[in-house]
């Protein structure tokens, strides 16, 4: 089975930094693109940022300039690197991930979500 593992979220001062990682493991094949969700308490869960396999970035608004995600393919990791946080950021980040198993069709795989809050 495939398995996505994040770690990096805790508590940060505004203005502060964190850096998200998100492993994947298991029966991989191949993976496609790659991002970052979050859900703040009392709201849809957006998107934050994706990249391609080839490393083509989006970022939402309100992180551009802020954030930014990369990933690792050869340790089937990818990374959210958050700086000048802001207490709107507070929320639990969740990481996805494109995966084809044993050659067949690409389906998403969601991690169990690491919470991120921000104090100000």
């Known amino acids: 089975q495939v398995q996505l593992v994040e770690s990096g979220g805790g508590l940060v001062q505004a203005g502060g930094s964190l850096r998200l990682s998100c492993a994947a493991s298991?029966?991989?094949?191949?993976?496609?693109?790659m991002g970052w969700y979050r859900q703040a308490p009392g709201k849809q869960r957006e998107l934050v940022a994706s990249?391609?396999?080839?490393?083509?970035?989006t970022h939402a608004d309100s992180v551009k300039g802020r954030f930014t995600i990369s990933r690792d393919n050869a340790k089937k990791t990818v990374y959210l690197q958050m700086n000048s946080l802001k207490p709107e950021d507070t929320g639990v980040y969740y990481c996805t991930a494109e995966i084809s198993v044993r050659g067949l069709i690409y389906r998403d795989y969601w991690g169990q979500g690491t919470q991120v809050t921000v104090s100000s």
């Open positions: 990249i391609t396999s080839g490393g083509r970035t």
């Open positions: 298991g029966s991989i094949f191949s993976i496609s693109a």
